[in-house]
C-alpha cells in the first residue's frame, strides 16, 4: 500500500512539477525574479534563501535559490552564477539547476537606467523509481512481489536539459520595473527516452516597486516605505503577490497578499496566504524571515516560510548602481 500511495504522489508530481518554485522573497533574491539584476548592488553580492512547504503534512517540499554576482566597471555589466535546487521527500523527487547570468548597464538619463539581461544553464530531473511498484512486479498466482521489471521508464530516473531566460529591468532612484521570460525554448523533461514529450512550460514574470521615503526626526536615519508587485504565470496557471515594507535603519517589516487573478477549478480562492516579513540588516549581512498564512483549504498544512542570507561586500570588479528597493 505504502509503495501504490508513492506512485499516486509521483503521478501527480509529474504534472505538477513543471510548475517553477516560488519565493515570497522575491525582493531578497531578485536574480531567481529576473537576470536583469545581475551585478546591480553597489558591489559584489552573495546569498542564499530556503523555503520549507507543508511541514504539517509529514510531506517535505523544499527549494534552495544560491547566487553570486559581481559588476565590471570597464565594459558596464554584470555577471553572475546561480543554483536553484528542489526537493520533494515522498517521491524523492530533485530538481537543479545551474545557470550563468549577463546583464548588460545602461544609463539613458542622469536618473533613469536600463538592464537587459541573458541567463543559459543546465537542468538535471531525477526520481527514485526504486521506491515504486509496478504493474509486472506483482505476481498475483505466486502471491509474491517480483523485485525486477522490465518496465523501460525504471531506467530513465534521471534527465538533463539546456534552458534559457531574457529579462528587462528600468529604475531611477525611487522607482522600478521589469519583466523576465523563462524557460525560452520549452525544453523537453520527459524522462521517457524515445517518443517522450512533455515540455517545461513558459514562465513569464511582470514586477515593479516604488520607494516613498518618509520623514523622520533625525537627517541620519534611513526611514522609507516599499510597495512591491509581481505577477506571474505559468500554463493555466497565474498568481499575484502584492504588498508593502517599512524599513527604518536596519530593521524592516511588511506583508503582502497572494492572489490567484484565474479560477481553474471552478471554486478556487482568489486570497490563498497573507504572507508576514522582516528583515535585518548587519554590517553587510541581510538576513530575511518570511511566513505564509494559508488562508485556502490549505489551512491545516502549517503554512510556508522562508529564510534568506545575503552578504553584500566591495565588488571585485567595479562599483554599479542600486536599483531602488529591490536589491
Not at 530516473?157 to 525554448?185: Q, Y
Not at 512550460?201 to 526611514?223: A, C, M, N, W
Not at 483549504?297 to 529591490?326: A, H, M, V, W
Amino acid at each position: 500500500m505504502k509503495r501504490l500511495l508513492i506512485f499516486f504522489f509521483l503521478l501527480v508530481s509529474l504534472q505538477n512539477n513543471s510548475q517553477d518554485p516560488i519565493f515570497t522573497q522575491f525582493y531578497n533574491v531578485p536574480e531567481y525574479l529576473n537576470p536583469s539584476f545581475t551585478g546591480g548592488a553597489e558591489g559584489s553580492q552573495i546569498g542564499i534563501i530556503n523555503r520549507s512547504q507543508w511541514f504539517g503534512l509529514n510531506y517535505g517540499l523544499n527549494s534552495q535559490f544560491f547566487y553570486f554576482d559581481s559588476f565590471l566597471e570597464n565594459i558596464d555589466s554584470g555577471i553572475g552564477v546561480s543554483i536553484l535546487n528542489h526537493h520533494e521527500s515522498i517521491t524523492r523527487y530533485n530538481f537543479t539547476q545551474v545557470n550563468l547570468n549577463y546583464a548588460y548597464h545602461i544609463q539613458l538619463s542622469d536618473g533613469w537606467y536600463f538592464f537587459p539581461s541573458l541567463s543559459a544553464g543546465f537542468g538535471f530531473k531525477d526520481y527514485a523509481f526504486d521506491n515504486l511498484l509496478l504493474e509486472d512486479q506483482i505476481l498475483i498466482s505466486q502471491g509474491i512481489i517480483n523485485v525486477n521489471t522490465d518496465d523501460p521508464f525504471m531506467f530513465n530516473e534521471n534527465i538533463s536539459f539546456f534552458d534559457t531566460t531574457a529579462g528587462l529591468l528600468f529604475f531611477n532612484e525611487n522607482f522600478w520595473f521589469g519583466g523576465s521570460f523563462k524557460h525560452m525554448t520549452s525544453p523537453n523533461i520527459s524522462f521517457q527516452n524515445e517518443g517522450g514529450q512533455v515540455k517545461l512550460e513558459k514562465f513569464y514574470s511582470i514586477h515593479g516597486g516604488y520607494k516613498q521615503p518618509l520623514r523622520t526626526r533625525y537627517v541620519r536615519d534611513d526611514f522609507n516605505l516599499y510597495f512591491n508587485l509581481n505577477y506571474m504565470r505559468q500554463a493555466k496557471f497565474d498568481r499575484v503577490d502584492i504588498g508593502s515594507l517599512v524599513e527604518y535603519n536596519a530593521i524592516s517589516l511588511g506583508a503582502t497578499a497572494s492572489i490567484i487573478p484565474t479560477d481553474i477549478s471552478g471554486g478556487s480562492h482568489k486570497l490563498t496566504s497573507i504572507n508576514l516579513l522582516a528583515n535585518i540588516d548587519f554590517g553587510g549581512f541581510t538576513f530575511g524571515y518570511s511566513y505564509d498564512l494559508n488562508v485556502s483549504s490549505l489551512q491545516n498544512t502549517r503554512g510556508i516560510f522562508e529564510i534568506s542570507i545575503s552578504y553584500n561586500f566591495d565588488s571585485i570588479f567595479g562599483k554599479g548602481p542600486i536599483p531602488c528597493g529591490c536589491k
